[in-house]
């Protein structure tokens, strides 16, 4: 029985789990909107959030957390231009929209974009 176990695991291995979670936050912080399944979408919001409330807080030792994380890269994104915009807003970063279904296997597609 799975009492608990809040987090979806998509049909792979803890460190395949991570990387795919880093890749899409990537995307997520580089385009600022993507299309994915929902699924993935769901998981997705509450790890870019915790990214962008550490980002607002702005000091080095975040940033080197974030950069832990995501890479250098996005990491300057999400802290001079994403963050600031969030920062009299508590929570709620992102937004996901629900699209038709997928043609090929009929699964659902949602988009997640920054508010």
Do not use: C, W
């Amino acid at each position: 029985m799975r009492h608990h176990n809040s987090r979806r695991k998509f049909g792979r291995e803890t460190n395949q789990r991570k990387a795919l979670m880093r890749s899409l936050a990537v995307n997520l912080i580089k385009t600022e909107k993507m299309k994915t399944t929902e699924a993935k979408a769901k998981e997705l919001r509450p790890f870019v959030e915790k990214l962008v409330t550490k980002a607002k807080v702005g000091d080095l030792s975040k940033r080197r957390l974030v950069s832990s994380v995501i890479g250098v890269l996005s990491t300057k994104k999400l802290f001079d231009k994403i963050a600031p915009k969030y920062k009299d807003r508590n929570g709620g970063y992102t937004r996901i929209t629900k699209m038709p279904r997928r043609k090929s296997d009929g699964s659902k597609i949602s988009v997640i974009e920054f508010v």
